[in-house]
């Protein structure tokens, strides 16, 4: 799945919906997601967008942030 800025939905939300769906497949089972810039890069958006798709996914009890540290699964994450 990947991005499409000609979409009427929001890239964030775009993005956020292809990362619940990793994780949901177990893609990153209670492990850290990839950085910020790593997400950046891999679908072709801001750091902003990133960082709102990830406040979603927090907002959702899917991920949580440990700072300087980086953005992990949930162990409870479905």
């Not at 997601?33 to 958006?45: F, G, M, T």
């Not at 801001?46 to 953005?71: H, K, N, W, Y």
């Amino acid at each position: 799945m990947t991005v499409d800025h000609g979409a009427p939905e929001p890239a964030y939300q775009q993005l956020a919906a292809i990362l619940r769906a990793r994780i949901a497949n177990g893609e990153w089972r209670n492990g850290p997601l990839p950085s910020v810039k790593q997400l950046q890069q891999e679908h072709d958006v801001g750091r902003d967008t990133v960082l709102r798709a990830i406040d979603i996914l927090r907002s959702e009890g899917l991920v949580f942030t440990v700072p300087r540290r980086g953005t992990y699964v949930s162990p409870d994450a479905k």
